[in-house]
């Protein structure tokens, strides 16, 4: 069944429900771009907001909103489809040394302005890549240099054996060599993919076109609109009014209003994305594992991930969610106070500390719930905990300057490969808790080249070993993804890691 056309009167009416405002959009293009979204565009929301589309910006690895519309803008070489590598633009590769991969690109290609796509702009972007100081620094510094052997052939040279290549370059997005350091980028980008971008406003919506001379073929909508709608409940009107054709993620505690709607069906899938709470290791008195070891103790994770979450997450067992490859279950801490207070005395804390934690609402499905169990279980032990909800950019640049105690987040293993979490966060070098483990780093080296996805698997299970024992964080929950969508929609596919492919998304 198709889903109706929004009218003037009940789009004006939604956007005010949604809190957007006179100066909002939902359908309507605005910013760059021009005209309303095109009837028949399929309305999509997802939970958090883009503020920019530039595919080499700091934060464009890890920031979800911006890679769902990124995976339908642009395009890379290799691509992930359920738990295998495929073809993307690069119609095959091959190892031809321990530091040689060669890749062939497809011929015709075209990027949205119409000029050609050849090996030339594989290669700068990914010099603009490596030149950007951002969450993928550590995937690309083993790479020296790309080359263009002809117009459709790249050879990437590595320092060290890099057997991840292929998996790191489903994050490594191609656009126009002129345009990979054009401020531009950020509003109004060129691609390759599905899609391309026909309005943007930052932290509102991004309305996107059908791009008709696609490789791959035609999407089979004609536009995708993607309104970010502040609040979920908001959503969810929307949803069950048909103003909505496709909402994720729907938070467990608010499940029920979309499964119980008519005209809307639910599918979920256990995801990519959960849920930790690091210590900064480098501030006192975390730099001890005894008081981090402690901090978990004192919290009943089984039993605050079943009363908050239900059937919405599943608590985890290990630092990275049980479907990536490389996960291997730890014994998980028991919840033990009385163990917790006695750890802290013999750490030299008798009374407990002060500290604090921040955190962004938006992270996540019942974040500021989450966050408020967890203070609550750690003044049990004479822990007092400062509650610190701030704005999404202001919490980036604290995380990003280790300004903070402690700080809680999502996180998506976008490639499904622990390297994407575990080899890119945990490093000395990337130092972005404050932790350092020479052995570990050595363990991650290894996994990092090595070819053999067994091997690669056993590495970073010893990996997830150390950082469990050590403690370095709490991971108390991986969430299960519920969408929801309007029963007219047909060939949607749930996606793991949040990234849901809507070319091949159509109306009954």
Request: proline share 7%; aromatic share 8%; with cysteine.
């Amino acid at each position: 069944m198709r889903t109706r056309p929004v009218s003037a009167l009940a789009r004006r009416e939604f956007l005010a429900l949604a809190g957007l405002g006179a100066s909002g959009v939902l359908l309507g293009a605005c910013g760059t771009g021009s005209g309303a979204a095109p009837e028949g565009a399929l309305r999509a929301a997802f939970g958090q907001p883009v503020t920019d589309l530039d595919p080499y910006k700091a934060n464009t690895a890890v920031d979800e909103a911006t890679l769902i519309v990124k995976r339908l803008v642009f395009d890379t070489l290799v691509r992930r489809e359920g738990e295998k590598l495929a073809p993307g633009l690069a119609r095959s590769w091959e190892r031809t040394s321990p530091t040689t991969w060669v890749f062939h690109l497809r011929p015709g290609v075209r990027f949205h302005d119409g000029s050609r796509l050849t090996a030339r702009d594989v290669v700068a972007c990914l010099k603009r890549t490596k030149s950007v100081e951002s969450a993928q620094t550590p995937l690309w510094e083993p790479v020296v240099s790309a080359t263009a052997d002809d117009a459709h052939t790249v050879t990437f040279t590595t320092s060290v054996p890099l057997g991840a290549l292929p998996v790191n370059l489903t994050l490594l997005f191609i656009v126009p060599a002129r345009l990979a350091a054009d401020p531009a980028q950020s509003r109004s980008p060129v691609g390759s993919g599905p899609f391309r971008v026909a309005g943007f406003t930052p932290s509102t919506t991004v309305e996107l076109e059908r791009n008709d001379s696609y490789w791959g073929g035609r999407a089979r909508l004609p536009a995708v609109s993607l309104p970010f709608v502040a609040e979920t409940s908001s959503a969810i009107t929307a949803l069950r009014n048909g103003d909505l054709d496709l909402l994720w993620p729907i938070p467990p505690d608010q499940l029920a209003e979309v499964e119980g709607a008519g005209g809307v069906r639910v599918e979920t899938v256990p995801s990519w994305t959960y849920y930790f709470s690091w210590f900064n290791c480098s501030r006192k008195p975390f730099g001890d594992p005894a008081v981090r070891r402690a901090m978990w103790q004192a919290v009943d994770v089984a039993g605050l991930v079943r009363e908050l979450f239900g059937a919405g997450a599943e608590r985890m067992t290990a630092p990275i969610p049980s479907t990536v490859l490389g996960h291997r279950a730890q014994q998980p801490y028991a919840y033990d106070p009385a163990a917790a207070r006695r750890a802290l005395r013999d750490a030299g804390f008798p009374r407990g500390f002060r500290t604090s934690l921040m955190w962004f609402d938006a992270t996540g499905p019942l974040a500021r719930e989450l966050a408020q169990a967890m203070i609550s279980a750690w003044s049990e032990v004479g822990v007092e905990v400062e509650p610190q909800s701030i704005e999404k950019a202001q919490w980036l640049e604290r995380l990003n300057t280790l300004d903070w105690d402690m700080n809680l987040q999502t996180n998506t293993v976008t490639t499904g490969d622990a390297g994407f979490s575990v080899g890119r966060l945990y490093t000395s070098k990337a130092n972005r808790l404050g932790y350092a483990n020479p052995a570990l780093d050595a363990v991650l080296a290894k996994a990092d080249r090595a070819a053999d996805e067994d091997e690669r698997s056993r590495l970073y299970g010893d990996a997830c070993k150390t950082l469990w024992d050590d403690a370095v964080g709490i991971f108390p929950a991986t969430l299960v993804t519920a969408y929801g969508l309007r029963r007219g929609l047909t060939g949607f596919t749930p996606a793991a890691n949040n990234q849901p492919e809507l070319a091949d998304v159509a109306r009954r």
